[in-house]
């Protein structure tokens, strides 16, 4: 069971649920398995590191840097930085358990900035992810949850004509990219991301007494992005249109995406 900050921990899924580690940081020697890749392939100044932090009761990838990019051409493939394993491997190729899963958690810390979250499936190129965007408070560790069916087939860093549904059981690879047309530093921490099942149910019971609320008061948020919310970024074939329906979104919810403590 991967175990974090006491004080900052939040409620998991009862152990009816389905609940399946994916992606942790044990050791420094983790940084090693993830492979950086920046602008500076398109002629860009931006560059980024991963390592790993030690903190009190748990330890954090931690992904940093400065996007650098300057240019006139608006189908420019630059101002970003990603970071992805090395190594693709299934987390459980075709097992059942992950076949039932419904979403994902992921424990995160950034700075505020929008990243987006990627997963790679077997039988698919480097070039193709399924995305979903990150959006926390500025330093502070939440915990968000993610519906598989919130995550858009990218290729190139555009947006598939032709939709693929992600199968978790097919996941082996996983990352993280900053590309929100912004120069400047950018930090992303992530303690460990974990597949869930029944997601939905679960946060319904967190509710508690009061609306919005646990029954200690943590505040929960569920992800409540309407499916044709979500084709229509699914179906945006730019970063800037896939911006703007994301903040239209998260404008009206007056929230960021996902499941949050405080």
Aim: proline share 5%.
């Amino acid at each position: 069971m991967l175990m974090g900050d006491p004080s900052a921990r939040v409620a998991m899924p009862s152990a009816t649920g389905v609940t399946v580690p994916m992606y942790a940081f044990r050791n420094e020697e983790e940084a090693a398995r993830y492979l950086i890749t920046t602008d500076e392939l398109f002629g860009g100044k931006s560059r980024a590191t991963m390592r790993v932090k030690q903190y009190k009761h748990f330890m954090a990838g931690v992904f940093e840097g400065v996007v650098d990019w300057t240019s006139e051409d608006r189908e420019s493939r630059g101002g970003f930085c990603n970071v992805r394993l090395r190594e693709r491997k299934p987390v459980r190729e075709d097992d059942e358990e992950m076949m039932a899963t419904e979403g994902v958690q992921l424990r995160v810390k950034t700075d505020g900035r929008p990243f987006l979250l990627n997963f790679q499936c077997r039988d698919t190129t480097d070039e193709d992810v399924w995305q979903a965007e990150v959006r926390t408070a500025p330093f502070r560790w939440e915990t968000l949850a993610l519906p598989w069916s919130g995550f858009a087939h990218v290729s190139r860093g555009l947006v598939r004509e032709v939709q693929m549904n992600l199968e978790p059981h097919k996941i082996d690879g996983f990352g993280l990219t900053v590309a929100d047309g912004r120069n400047g530093p950018f930090r992303c921490e992530v303690q460990h991301v974990v597949a869930l099942g029944e997601w939905r149910d679960e946060l319904d019971e967190l509710r508690g007494p009061t609306a919005g609320q646990t029954a200690d008061g943590r505040r929960v948020t569920p992800y409540t992005m309407t499916d044709d919310q979500r084709s229509q970024w699914r179906n945006s074939r730019d970063r800037a249109g896939r911006r703007r329906i994301m903040d239209e979104f998260l404008q009206r919810e007056g929230k960021p995406g996902g499941v949050a403590d405080s």
